[in-house]
């Protein structure tokens, strides 16, 4: 059956990849980008390739929590019903560290973005809808201080915070959701990406095992009702496993931290 897929940065990487996947399978895509003319570039290679034309694009740079707020009524406006929101979306490194707000800017697109994102699409998420948060193996403690925007972080830090905070108010988010399938994945360790190319110049695995099960977990009936779970790819050559994230995920006294502080910092947008 075909479906009301959202993929956030689906201009590169893997979230490019599992975009053309499900295009070809006839999906309806709504496709995000931070650049209009790369957005638009993504669409019609998209067209062309798969001829697939249920394709549209919506755009918000993630370092600007209002204009992501913006995306999410915008996309309301569009559609009635979303069946898939994969929040891919992501950064490592940077050329600025912070955005105009004083967030970090890992702590911005990885996190808060798509935690705002999803927050203002819950309404068109109904049941047996997805949602697929792109985590990673890197994970560290969370500094609520640090995600207030306080001190600087490394970039690997900050990136490995904003993965961790994403796996955690992902099991929480679960919880809330009940009807829903919500889940956390780690892709697979560098993946040959942009991001991956730009901070390491090398990488362990193709692009497309990340894609592959980020397609997987977003149709498969295979992963139906299977909610508040980790999917970790690392732990085979092509195909991973449900596996444990950093134990904080599981700790509901953080995570309860986490969301208080994480709904302040977005309470007045
Ligand atoms: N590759 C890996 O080995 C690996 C491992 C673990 C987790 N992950 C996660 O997988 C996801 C995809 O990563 P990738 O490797 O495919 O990276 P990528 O090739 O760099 O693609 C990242 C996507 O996010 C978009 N993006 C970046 N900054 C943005 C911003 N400020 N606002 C809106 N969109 C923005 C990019 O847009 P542009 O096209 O405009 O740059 C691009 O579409 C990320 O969440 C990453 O953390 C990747």
């Known amino acids: ?18 975009a053309i996947r499900l295009a070809q399978e006839g999906h309806t895509l709504l496709l995000h980008g931070r650049n209009s003319e790369k957005l638009n570039q993504t669409i019609s290679e998209l067209r062309e390739t798969t001829g697939n034309d249920k394709l549209q694009a919506f755009i918000a ?29 992501g950064i490592f490194q940077s050329r600025i560290a912070k955005t105009s707000k004083g967030f970090d800017i890992r702590f911005a697109v990885n996190y808060l973005a798509p935690y705002l994102l ?60 009940p ?17 991956v190319q730009e901070a390491y110049g090398q990488h362990w695995s193709g692009a497309e095992k990340g894609a592959n099960i980020l397609f997987d977990l977003a149709i498969d009936e295979a992963y139906d009702g299977l909610t508040g779970k980790y999917f970790d790819n690392d732990k085979g050559a092509v195909k ?24 302040s910092l977005i309470s007045d947008l």
Do not use: C
């Not at 993630?62 to 009524?73: N, P």
């Not at 403690?141 to 925007?149: D, E, N, Q």
């Open 240 to 263: 991973g496993a449900f596996g444990r994230a950093h134990a904080d995920a599981y700790d509901e006294e953080k995570i309860t931290r986490l969301i208080e502080v994480t709904d």
């Open 179 to 195: 009807s829903s399938v919500v889940i956390a994945v780690n892709p697979g360790s560098l993946l040959n990406t942009k991001m």
């Open 1 to 18: 059956m075909s479906k009301t897929i959202l993929i956030t940065g689906s201009t590169d990487g893997i979230g490019k990849l599992a």
């Open 61 to 89: 740079d993630f370092t600007d929590l209002s204009s992501v707020k913006q995306m999410a009524l915008s996309i309301k406006q569009a559609v009635d019903k979303l069946d898939v929101l994969i929040n891919n979306a």
């Open 118 to 177: 999803t927050r203002g699409l819950l309404d068109i998420l109904g049941k047996g809808s997805r949602i697929i948060n792109l985590s990673s193996a890197a994970q560290s403690p969370v500094s609520l201080g640090a995600l207030k925007g306080h001190g600087t972080l490394s970039v690997q830090g900050a990136y490995a915070q904003s993965k961790l905070a994403l796996t955690m108010w992902t099991f929480s988010l679960a919880k809330n959701i």
